[in-house]
Structure formats: C-alpha cells, structure tokens
C-alpha cells in the first residue's frame, strides 16, 4: 500500500442534467486506476453530506441559475485549491442559459402553469430562489480549468485528469470542444 | 463583384512566411500563398471563389516593418515581404474575435443543427478558446423559417457575408444583403421582407452551403445533422470568370 496521501477531490452539479456526472461515470475500468491515486471526498455519486474544509481539486457541472448554485460554486472555490468547469453548462451557461432570454415570470408560468393539468402553482417552498441572468460557472468565481463538451467525453474527462495527477497542466482544447 | 482575371504574363515574387522561403505570383494574396504551402491561416469570411470580404478579421497577419497588422485575405505579395502567421500577438487578437463572436450573439452549440461541422466552433477549438472571458450579450435575435426548405437564425448569424457574395457572384440573384449597424447589423433576404415571401430568391440553397455556423440551414435537420459541401464553389467560380 502507497503511504503517499492521495489527491482529493469534490464534484458538485449545479443547473445541469448529471450528463457529465453519467460521462464520468464512463471512465469504467479506468475509475479503478483513479481511485487508486485519488479519494473522492464529496460528490453526488458519493455518501458525505458535507464539503470538507480542504480539498485539492473542485469540479462543478452545470451553470450557476439559482441561490443555492451559487453558493456552492462560492464554497467550492474557497474550499478547494484548483476549481474545473465540467461541461458547457459550466463552462458557457448553455442550455439553463437560454432562458435568459425570457422574463423569470414567464419561464415561470411556461413551466408551473400553462403546460400543468394538475393544481397548477409555483413551488415556493425549499426550493432555491432562481437568480437572473443563469451564468457560467466563471460568471461569479475565478475558474482554473475549463471542459468544455456537452458533455465532455469519458477520453476527455480522463485525459485533463491525468494530466493534473501527474502534475502537469492539461490542455482541453486538445480532446474537447463546445458542444462536444 | 468579379475577381480580376490573372493576366498571362504574371510576375513571381519571393518572400519570407513564417521563416519559410517562398515563391508567388504577384497577383496573389498571402491568404491564398498560405494555404498553397499548408501554412494554416484562420479565418471565417474568406472562401475560395467568392470576392474578399476582409471582414473577420481572423487572418490578420504580422508584417515586418509595419507596426499595424493586416488582413492575409486583402493583401497582395510583395517581393521581399516578411509575414509571420502566428505569433503570440496574433493568437491573443485571434482568441479574443473569437470570444467576442460567442458573446455577442447565442451560439449554442450543444444544441445547434450545425454542431460537429461549424467552423466556428471548430476554429474556437484550434484557437485555444476553451471559455469566453466576456460576459454573454443574452441579447435574443429573431429565427426566420419562413422559406419551405431552409431556415436563417439570427442567433447563429456572424455576419460574414458569404451568403451575400455567393448568391450575388455565382447565382446572380442578389436575394440577400446587409442591413443594420452594429449589433443591430443583420443579413436580410429582399428589402428585409421573409425569406419565404422572396421574389428573386431561386431556392438553389447555395447561401446555406457556404454559410460557417448553424445560421443558414436545411429545414427538418435536427442537432449536428447539418453537413454543408462547398465543393460546388471553385468550379462554379471558375466557370463564371471564365465567361
């Protein structure tokens, strides 16, 4: 067993769809050989309820569109030494953006009225406020690596990891794209 | 706009590109000099048998003895010339048009019928740009499917012309034209009358070819289907300076 103190890092997805969590996912066999030189110590595909207080790498998915994106993208980028954008959600505001182009009202409405059967309303309660206008992740906080993709590819994912394990700076133009 | 037609007795020149030894002739311009010796030049106005644009600005290159750059599309060779290509400067500039393209109008590329085949998107990827550091516009612009084949949205649209110079050069219809300034500035079919409701337009979908983005596209195709071929083009333009 390696004494050496493994790589920790913390994943979060703010306005997105899980996609670059599932494209993750896809490194299959490799996810092997990730935990071996890494521990992931916070992430929706893991158990702990709370982000440490020191974490070496952050990746967040999705656009910051509400109160609650926000503050985590805040305490990922304080909590965490070097912060990706995975994905165009992330890394442009992509899809959650184009309701930018609409009044929060209506996008209300669109959504919680007018395509509802059923007691039509508009959930108020635990539910985070939605901010104006959605943003890129780097829109609020300083972000040190950009993935574009929608979503980024397994290869893709593994490539710009690797990369960073072995301490190098990777070089995401090289295995990804918008809209990848 | 015809193309001037090279005259029989055309002079070489040599020059100096990227510190490689080169000869030309001198009706040439850099654009096409590069692109003959597979030196890359970016660029999204530019194409092989339409009239310079100049209008990008992507293919600016560095001269020496000038301070100020120039576009590789709109600059003729000059023996003697010492063109660098690709220069940290050039590739800042290059970087921020990009951006800027990305943040003035909505390209979503995620979701664009010309995703996998936009030179936008792919020129964004050679040219480093992984983010735009530029706040988005969120500026929304109007889609225009009125035509029974094809389909123009704005949101997409760069402005680079090509639509107009093919339709005007080698259809001869002159359907589209410019209209605007700034970001108001838009391509429009007609006197800024619906596509579909076009007098003069043939439907020869040649302006959908040649259009880089997602702007100009085939009704009925879903995200990344739109494959454009712009073979036709050399051998159309050949043809019509021919005549």
């Known amino acids: ?180 | 706009m015809p193309r001037p037609t090279p005259q029989p007795n055309v002079r070489v020149v040599t020059l100096r590109i990227d510190d490689r030894d080169l000869s030309a002739r001198e009706d040439e311009t850099l654009i096409e000099v590069c692109r003959e010796n597979r030196i890359p030049i970016p660029s999204l106005c530019h194409l092989d048998g339409l009239s310079v644009w100049g209008g990008c600005r992507l293919c600016m290159v560095e001269i020496a003895g000038q301070g100020r750059l120039v576009a590789a599309c709109s600059t003729r060779v000059a023996e003697g010339m010492v063109v660098q290509t690709d220069t940290e400067r050039l590739r800042h500039y290059r970087r921020t048009i990009v951006e800027l393209l990305f943040a003035e109008r909505n390209h979503v590329c995620s979701v664009c019928v010309s995703n996998g085949h936009c030179e936008l998107q792919s020129l964004a990827q050679r040219c480093g740009v992984d983010h735009v550091h530029l706040p988005y516009r969120q500026v929304p612009y109007p889609v225009d499917s009125s035509h029974e084949m094809f389909r123009l949205d704005h949101n997409r649209c760069i402005l680079c012309t090509r639509c107009v110079r093919v339709c005007d050069e080698i259809e001869g219809a002159h359907t589209w034209d410019v209209m605007g300034r700034g970001s108001d500035c838009r391509v429009i079919t007609d006197l800024a009358r619906p596509w579909g409701e076009s007098e003069t337009c043939t439907s020869c979908g040649k302006c959908v070819q040649v259009c880089p983005t997602g702007a100009l596209v085939k009704q009925g195709t879903s995200a990344g289907e739109m494959v454009k071929d712009q073979h036709f083009l050399p051998i159309l333009a050949r043809r019509r300076h021919a005549q």
């Open chain 1, 1 to 180: 067993m390696s004494t050496e103190p493994k790589i920790t890092v913390a994943t979060a997805w703010l306005d997105g769809c899980s996609g670059c969590h599932m494209s993750f996912l896809d490194l299959d066999e490799r996810l092997i050989e990730l935990v071996a030189q890494v521990e992931i110590v916070y992430s929706p595909l893991v158990d702990a309820k709370e982000l440490p207080e020191q974490v070496d790498v952050g990746i967040l998915e999705g656009s910051i569109s509400s109160e609650d994106d926000l503050e985590k993208a805040r305490l990922f980028r304080e909590r965490c030494k070097l912060l990706i954008s995975l994905g165009d959600c992330a890394v442009t505001g992509n899809v959650p953006a184009m309701r930018n182009h609409f009044k929060l009202a209506d996008v209300f409405d669109r959504a919680y009225r007018e395509n509802v059967t059923l007691q039509p309303q508009i959930p108020t309660r635990n539910v985070p406020a939605l901010l104006t206008p959605v943003k890129p992740v780097h829109g609020e906080v300083k972000v040190d690596v950009f993935v574009p993709g929608c979503p980024p590819s397994a290869d893709a994912i593994w490539a710009v990891l690797s990369e960073l394990i072995a301490g190098r700076v990777p070089d995401p133009n090289a295995v990804t794209r918008f809209g990848a």
